[in-house]
C-alpha cells in the first residue's frame, strides 16, 4: 500500500530551467513532509522540509510548496544546474516514526 | 559524510547464504532504521529500534531480522538468501524515534545474492 505517490518518475531540464516534483499522500496524520536528494551510490540525504502549519518553505533555490487541504507537496528547483542532477524522494513521517518515502524522480539537468 | 557508518559497503554471495550488515549511528542517535532499495520499489521501510528496543516493522520478511546493541549499532541479518534480495540496504539514524527529527543516512550496502 503506497502511502505516498511521487511523480514524473524521470525529469529533463535544461540548464537554468525550472524543475518540479509532486508528491501526494493520503494519510492526513502525517505532520512532515521532507525531501531527500540522493546521488549514484550514496545515502539519501536530507535537502528541505516542511511542516503542514505552513504553506511555502524556501532554501536557496529549493522550495516547498504544500497543500494540505489537496494533500500534495512539491518541490520546486530554480535556476536548475548539471550538479543538481540526482534522485529526488518526497517522504512523509508515519505514526510510527518511519519514513514513508515516494517512488523518487531521477533529475537530469542538461548544459 | 552524514556520521552513518555501514559496513560492508559491498557484499557478494550465494542463494541460501545468511548475511550481517553493521550499521553504526551517529554520536548521540538513539534510533536507527533500516530501509530497502531496489530499482522497482524504491526507498522500503523494514524496521526501526530505538535505544535497543524495536520500535516499529515494515515490510521485512520473516528471514530477515535485525537488533540494536547497548552501544547503539545495529545489525541486520538475511539469512535463507534469495536472488531477489539483491538490493541495496540502508541504515539511517536519528536522534529520536519520531517528531521532525531529521533523519541521516549511510553510505549503504550493495548485497549481490548470485
Known amino acids: 500500500q503506497q502511502q505516498v505517490k511521487q511523480s514524473p518518475q524521470s525529469l529533463i531540464v535544461q540548464k537554468g530551467g525550472i524543475s518540479i516534483i509532486n508528491c501526494a499522500y493520503e494519510n492526513t496524520a502525517f505532520d512532515y513532509f521532507p525531501w531527500y536528494q540522493q546521488f549514484p551510490g550514496k545515502g539519501p540525504a536530507l535537502l528541505i522540509a516542511?511542516?503542514?502549519?505552513?504553506s511555502e518553505k524556501k532554501e536557496g533555490r529549493f522550495t516547498i510548496s504544500f497543500n494540505k487541504s489537496a494533500k500534495q507537496f512539491s518541490l520546486h528547483i530554480m535556476d536548475s544546474q548539471p550538479g543538481d542532477s540526482a534522485t529526488y524522494f518526497c517522504?512523509?513521517?508515519?505514526?510510527?516514526?518511519?519514513?514513508?518515502f515516494g517512488k523518487g524522480t531521477k533529475l537530469s539537468v542538461k548544459p | 559524510d552524514s556520521g552513518v557508518t555501514q559496513t560492508p559497503k559491498h557484499l557478494i554471495t550465494a542463494t541460501g547464504q545468511r548475511v550481517t550488515l553493521r550499521c553504526s549511528p551517529r554520536?548521540?542517535?538513539?534510533?536507527v532504521y533500516w530501509y530497502q532499495q531496489s530499482l522497482d520499489q524504491g526507498l522500503q521501510f523494514l524496521i526501526q529500534y530505538y535505544n535497543g528496543e524495536e520500535r516499529a516493522k515494515g515490510n521485512i520478511l520473516e528471514r530477515f531480522s535485525a537488533q540494536q546493541f547497548p552501544d547503539l549499532h545495529s545489525e541486520l541479518n538475511l539469512s535463507s538468501l534469495e536472488l531477489g534480495d539483491s538490493a541495496l540496504y540502508f541504515c539511517?539514524?536519528?536522534?529520536?524515534?519520531?517528531?521532525?527529527?531529521?533523519?541521516?543516512f549511510g553510505q549503504g550496502t550493495r548485497l549481490t545474492v548470485v
Open positions: 517522504a512523509t513521517r508515519g505514526s510510527q516514526g518511519n519514513l514513508i
Open positions: 516542511i511542516r503542514p502549519d505552513v
Open positions: 554520536s548521540g542517535d538513539l534510533s
Open positions: 539511517a539514524s536519528s536522534v529520536s524515534g519520531g517528531g521532525n527529527t531529521e533523519a541521516f
